[in-house]
C-alpha cells in the first residue's frame, strides 16, 4: 500500500472523458518544428496524421518511451503516416523543451521515430486539441476528419509490463483507416500526466 501511494503522489494519473465530437473537422493549426520550420495541419492534406502529445518527464510517456511508441511511429510512418508528437509543457515546467535542438537530444537518446516534433509551449496546439494527458493522442484521416481521440491503450497504468497485454487503440484506427474500415473504437478515455500548460 505504501509503493503504491508513493507512485501515485510521485506519477498523478490524469483520466479525463473525451471532448471532440466523434468524427468531427481536426483544428487547423501551425507550430514550430525542431528544425525551427512552420508546420500546418494544411500541409499534409490528404495524409493520415497522428498527434501524440510527449512530456519527457512523465512516467506515463516513460512506459510507452520503453520501445512501444517507437516502434508504432516507425510503423505508421513507413505506411505514409504523418506522426507528429507535440511538446506542449511551458517553459520551467516538467517536459519544457528550451528549442529544437534540446528536444532533438531527447529524441535521439529515445530512438524516437516521428514525422517530427513541434514545440508548442504557449499551449495553442494543445488547447486547440483540448489535450489533457501525455501521452494523448489523435488520428485525423486523409479529409481532416479526426477519427480517433483519447488514450494510446486500455491498460492506464505507467508500468511496462502492462504494453504487452493492451489493446493498442491507435494502432486499431491506423489498421482500420487503412483497410478502408470505420475506426471501430473512435474515443476513449486518455489517462497519463496533466498537460503543463503556462497558466495551469
Known amino acids: 500500500m505504501i509503493t503504491r501511494r508513493l507512485i501515485v503522489a510521485s506519477a498523478p ?3 479525463l472523458a473525451p471532448s471532440f465530437a466523434l468524427a468531427a473537422p481536426a483544428p487547423a493549426f501551425t507550430a514550430r518544428d525542431i528544425d525551427g520550420k512552420t508546420r500546418s495541419l494544411a500541409e499534409f492534406k490528404g495524409k493520415t496524421v497522428v498527434l501524440e502529445w510527449v ?3 512523465c512516467p506515463y510517456v ?3 518511451y520503453s520501445g512501444n511508441m517507437q516502434g508504432l511511429q516507425q510503423a505508421a510512418t513507413a505506411d505514409g503516416v504523418v506522426w507528429l508528437s507535440v511538446a506542449s509543457s511551458a517553459p520551467g515546467k516538467q517536459g519544457y523543451f528550451a528549442d529544437g535542438a534540446q528536444a ?3 529524441m535521439s ?3 524516437a521515430k516521428p514525422t517530427t516534433l513541434l514545440l508548442d509551449p504557449d499551449g495553442v496546439v494543445a488547447t486547440a486539441y483540448k489535450a489533457k494527458t501525455t501521452p494523448h493522442m489523435y488520428v485525423i484521416d486523409p479529409a481532416g476528419q479526426l477519427v480517433y481521440q483519447g488514450a494510446i491503450d486500455d491498460k492506464p497504468s505507467n508500468k511496462v509490463e ?4 493492451a489493446k493498442n487503440y491507435v494502432a486499431a484506427a491506423l489498421s482500420d483507416l487503412k ?3 470505420k475506426v471501430a473504437v473512435p474515443a476513449s478515455q486518455p489517462y497519463g500526466c496533466a498537460v503543463k500548460y503556462k497558466d495551469a
Open 13 to 15: 494519473l490524469v483520466v
Open 62 to 64: 516513460k512506459k510507452h
Open 55 to 57: 512530456n519527457e518527464g
Open 109 to 111: 537518446a529515445k530512438g
Open 104 to 106: 532533438r537530444t531527447w
Open 179 to 181: 483497410a478502408g474500415r
Open 162 to 165: 502492462d504494453i504487452a497485454g
